[in-house]
């Protein structure tokens, strides 16, 4: 990591003549991507900049020519400033931290952000068709087209790492037959643009009141509709239907006004909609990927809102083509069973379960447990790297966010929550299922002072929010120091 935030610092010297004032690391999203934010001294003449560091070099020359095109366009898309020589960092304008989903969770559905979410419709049909004529393909990252062959891999996408996991008995022959009908049925259109691949209110950015893109690099040939179904039925988002009629119908009319010849109104929702279950299959896989796979919980948490997603749009969508077995499997996954399965066994007030969660240092032992239940978890936190090797870091807890930033960015500290979790979970969900009243984990560390402090913090915060669980939090070193508060 020093060696990558040395050479970033290099390029920003490079760029601006002079060495950066702080670099700091954003947090990571699904994608094996580093993204860190380079400040400049009060006398650079660009404040601030994004340094993406990657070493997938085909995907930054992907995302550089990609770009370059779209910026010819007039696409609001980021200025490049500066690409090192190895390519595998690059530094970009930087948009701040807001992004319209920001927006949305935080101000809810008013009119103005109805309003981002129409310029961010306009302002794609623009980047599609003006800026798709621009666009060199033979750059694509995967396949140069999302035709029948790229809907086929997000159906089976779907299929191996969603579908399959839930052990339903289907006809997989079947099955492979209506993915090939739905997949040939959707590649028959004449509106082939350049496809943002996935355009989401995450990967847009607002500043200013303006909205910006960010995250096109898997972009290529497609059909117009996909990155609106993209948008309009994002899981997290989860829009009111009468927005997503609406603002579907304030794109069309969009497009409209650019393309030299209009398309039809119907026709183009019809096949909207097949676009919307291929999205919604897609997200459904990539959680699953990530979540069942990969193990990363959070991705876990997201599945119940998309489940709900599918639900609400296999119930009231139709797609202009017959897929029986399809159709079977799209009832079993978001049937009540299904749906259960996802959605966490969550405490009401009439729930006795109290988990009590410490931090503790080691040379002072393991807490004890004075409730008659006993047992409970002891997580071992030494094996992370320790801040507290750092002078820095000496007087600092695991709730001070330089630590807790070192211990997300810099140490396995995320993967060793992951697997916390997974464990934890179980009993819990059990335990409320039998109405049990104690629950203890704790954590220990050399110190009890940054890693047991920052993961028993975490633990409570997960609890908190997918059980709705009573958390007691206790730091006994630190508490014992008044250095901070349980």
Known sequence: MEQIIERIDQLWQQFSGQPSAAITKLPQSGSDRMYFRVEGTQDAAVESAIATYNPHIKENETFLSFTESLKVAGAPVANVFAVNEEHDIYLQEDFGDRSLLNELE?????????????????????LQIKGGEQIDYSKCLTAREFGKQAIMSDLLYFKYYFLDTLKFPYDKQALLDDFDALSTYLTHTENKHFMFRDFQSRNIMVKDGQVHFIDYQGGMLGALQYDVASMLWQARANLPEEWKDSLLEYYIGEINKILPNPVDPVLFTIQFNGYVLIRLLQVLGAYGFRGFFQRKAQFLTSIPQALKNLSAFTGNRKMGIAVPEFDKCLQFCTSAEVMDRFEPLQA????????????????????????ENGGGFVFDCRGIFNPGRFEEYKTQTGRDKAVKDFLEQRTAMPDFLNSVFDLVDISVAEYIRRGFASLQVNFGCTGGQHRSVYAADALARHLRNKFKVKVEVKHIVQDAKNWINP
């Open 348 to 371: 009401d007030e009439s729930t006795p379960l109290v988990v009590n969660i410490h931090s503790f240092s080691y040379k002072k032992g393991i807490p004890s447990d004075p409730t």
């Open 106 to 126: 935080e101000k809810g559905f008013t009119e103005e952000v109805f309003s981002l979410f129409q310029q961010s419709l306009s302002k794609l049909a623009h």
